[in-house]
Each structure stands twice: as C-alpha cells, then as structure tokens.
C-alpha cells in the first residue's frame, strides 16, 4: 500500500510535470506565429517603421520592467502587510486595509494611471505605483487567506512543542501558505502584463506604444502584432510563474 | 514532579472561572488521567501545566522550580504534548517532524538522525519505510503513532496527552492504547492524559481524577478504589452502571482464596467412592478429574444414578476453565458459560487448582468496596483530628 501511495503521488508530478511544458510550446508557436505573419506579409513604410525590431524591443524591455518592478514591491508590500493583519491584535484592521486594497482594483485602470500621474509626473515609476495599487489585493489577500487556511491543530501542536510565535510563523505558516500566496503573485503578474499596456500614457513605455500607434494609424497588422505580443509576454509571465510555483511549492501538501 | 497550587484559569469578559483553584499533584512515573463531561474545564488544565493557556491565578511548579512565570516556549519544550488532531506538519517529513524538539534544542546534527530512528522503533513504526513520508501518505494509527513519538523527541520527562486517541477507529484505538501502555511501562514517565471517555479513563490510568465544573476535582484515586466506592452521586452517575463489573478488571483469580476442598473424584475410583464424596459435601455438583488432575465432566445426584456409563463420560463435559493469571472479569464470563455456574481454575498444564463461584466474586466485590470505604473514612478520620 506505501508502495502504491509513493507512486501516486510521482505520478501526479510527472502529470503536472507535462503540464508545465504545453504552455512553452503554445507560447512558442504563437510567437512564430507573429513571425510568420510579419514575414509574410508586404509591409508598407508605417508599418515597417512600426514593426521593426529596434521599435519592439525597447518597448518589450519597458513592459517587462513595469512588470518585474510593479510585482516585486507588490510582494514586498502585500505579504508582510498579510502577515501583520493576520496577527491576533492586528486582525481588527484588517477590514479596513482589505477595503482600501479593494477600491485601488475597484478604481478603473485608466482613472489610476491618471491620478498617478497627477501625483508623481510623468514617467516608468508613476506607472509602477499605479500598477502595485492595483494588484495589491490579490496578494494581500491570498497571503491573509494563506496564513488563516493553516489548520490551527499544526500551529497548536508546534507551539505546544515550544516553538515560538516567529518560529511558527516562519517554519509552519508561511511554508504553508505558500501555495495560496504565490496563486495571488501570479494574480498580480497578469493583472501588471495587461495594465502595462497603459503606462505610453503617462510616458512610461511598453508594448502599449505600439497598439497606441496602430490605432492612430489604423494599420491593423500593427495592432493584432502588438497585442499578440503582448499575450506572448503575459503568458511567459505566467508560465515563469508557475515554474517558480512548482519550484518552490512544500512538498508533502 | 509537576503540583499545581490553587490554579485558576478566569477568561476575559467571563464571571465564572474555567477553572477554580485547582490543587492538583501530579504523581511522579504514572499515568494520570483527567475525565469528566465535556465543559468541566479538563482540556483548559491540561494546557494550564504547559502553559498553552496562561493561569490567572495560582503557581505551577515544575521539578521544585516554579515555572509559573518563566519563559513558557522553554517551559514546553520540556514537556511533551500530543493533541487529538495530532496536528503533524504537513510540509515536513516523518523524520523532521519527529526531530522538531531536539532541532530547537540545538541537539548535535549526528545525534538527531539516531534519535529519529530510536523514536520510529519504539512506536512500531519501520524507520527505513517510513522516515521520509509525509504525514499525508499516513493512516490515522500510523499519524499518531508519529504524534507520540514527536512528543518524545527530546525524552522529556513530562508528556501531556488531549484525548490522544479520540479520532481514531475503534480497534486501532484499543490497539494503541495497548502498545502506549507497554511503552509506558519502559519509559515510566509523568503522564497527564485527557479523556471524556471512562472506561479509556479506567484502561489508561494508575491514578484517575474526575473533575466536575471549573475543574473541581470529585475524586481522585486509583480506577480500582473510584469503581469500588465511589464518594458521591456525580462519579456514581459519571462512571455510570456495571461500575462493580468493571472493577472485576483488576482482580485476578491467583489472588484469590481457593475453594480447594471442593469435591473431586478420579476417573479411576469407583461409583460408591463419587456418591460418597457427594454426599459427604454440600455441593450439587461433583467434579471428575482425569488421570492427570485435568477436569473433565461435572456430575450431579442424578448422573450418578446411571451406572451404565463410565464416570468420564457421565454429565455435561468442563468448558469453563480459567488460568490463575485471568482477571476476575473474564472468571465471570467463563462462569456464565458453564452449566454448573462455576469455572475451574486450571494451572498451565491444565490441572485442577480449585473453583470460582459467583459467591467467591460477591466476596471480592464486597472486600474491595469495604477496603476503599475503610480508606476514606481514615482519611476523613485523619482530616477531622
């Protein structure tokens, strides 16, 4: 029967394992796809100003360091934050920042990007602290769900055996919340990949830029590549996610 | 080894204690079980003597040293403490979760993997098959088993138990509390164990304290004295009825007064020598014995009016034999099963040592309600002088 149990739970991994690389190959296939399109097609002066590698480039650098950066502070803010509000003492705030957490998503993107802008000027770093308010809440509130989802009898139990409130939290909770914290992580990731797409407003780059001209110009080959792009950048995003997911997931859960 | 000293235990925003003034000692080397209804408060005293709930009144004293306000994260890892949920760290292996005490103790990286293993085998648990499992890949026995030996990681002299085997089937329950109970006789350490359950209560420990509301404590003795005399209507109704029959677990037939002239007749002696021996006594029944002292039929008066057949074929064939080291309580159920109402006491080779009867167990019964009896009112005797 151990026997049986062990192999299982291989099995599970080998399955999920697969998983983890279908995902490369769609994104693969739809970024030769892009290429294939480009290649292909005749392309007139705007287009090809537009589409040229120089052009994309930068603007995929930009988004991706939107992206990094906006997810990192969101982290480096929601998960202590999770952590405090789901202190006895501290649980009675946790209302109150859970509600400010969900207007910042409640408020319409475009709205924040422009209060952002009001406040900070123009610039990549405006647009990241519009990008952290608005993913705040998955994180936030996956690391509260997280830490309150670890059965009470383990924390209890390790307690009882003398480990102290930090030793608890940091040997028992969070390893266990980690699987719900990191699902919020990747919330955010998507979420900041699609609201980048917004930051050539307040001057702050990404593939943005390129749908933005398309539209101006009404070349439509310029949009369907810029928004496939940036699909092609969500879901790299994503699928890193996933892997670091997998890497970092406790085993025996 | 742990007293406790008008230990009080009052929740904010609550009139009545949980606990009120408890004094208990707690007896060095032995099992003491805490039972009574759900709400007296048992659970809360438990976790008052490790401190999972701080008293708010009162002293605890640990080893002479009161611990009542030092450090209780150090406090607890000397003590050991196995919960009904079990509560095993599902991230981590058998192995980790086992060495969790010994790790926050700083114990030495070689020595810890040693400990492990010693743990895995006392709880009958194979260290090589099991030591890098997890908890989830566990039946409920094996978790607690794990749970237990979590608890002894450090060889702690103190264990705590809350309703250790609560959640668990019913035959791997009794399974358990077997093997804890022959581990508890190697290790003899200081056990509080928690039950609402009696008869666990009655199994498990050498001494038994049953508490009543806010922890105060009806009585406590060893299960043997509770079950024979208890001291007033909440323990009677608490240990509820066939609280006579349980007490015959501890008696056993060895201990007993045999009747050893009871009458008994040789498959070889004659016809006139059984009616003789018969008549001679006043019982109804005669026993045959074999050749070799083994008993084999029970006769009476009219059995021995047929002379057609031998003595060893005569009357119903002995079924009910017990052997000196059975309990009173299995003697009964032999008894029950015999045709004459009694059970023979055989030696290990089968030989005829003498003969239980329920009036033998009403002796025993009345003996031990009046030895317990005698007990309390000495110590009312010695309270009142």
Redesign the interface.
Known sequence: M?AA??SD?ALDRVKSARGLLVAPLGIAALAFGIFRLVDSTDLSTVEERNLAWEVVRPQILDHLYLTFWSTVLVIVIAVPLGIVLTRPGYKRFSGPVLAVATSGQALPAYGLVVLAFALMGRGQWSMIWALVLFALLPVLRNTMVGLEQV?A????????????RR?ALT??EL??AVPVILAGVRTALVINVGMATLGFLIGAGGLGIGISSGIKLSRELVIVVYAALTAVVALSVDWIASVIERVLR???? | MIRLEAVSKTYPGTEVPAVEALDLEIPEGEILVLVGPSGCGKSTTLRLINRMIEPTGGRIIFDGEDVTSVNPDHLRRRIGYVIQQIGLFPHQTIAQNIATVPKLLGWDKQQIPRRVDELMDMVGLDPSLYRDRYPKELSGGQAQRVGVARALGADPAVLLMDEPFGAIDPITRDRLQNEFLRLQEELQKTIVFVTHDIDEAIKMGDRIAILRERSHIAQFDTPERILAFPVDDFVRDFIGDGSTLKGLVFERVRDLDLDDDYPVVHASDDRAMARQTLDASDERWLLVLDDEDRPVRWVNDGHLARTDVPLTELGPPVVATVAPQATLHDALEEMLLSNAGQACVVDGQGRFQGIVDIDTLAQVLRRLRASAKKHYDDLAATEGS
């Open positions: 151990g149990v062990t739970v059965s009898s383990v924390i209890e139990a390790g307690r009882g055996m003398g480990l102290t030793q040997k028992i390893p266990l406790p085993k025996g859960l």
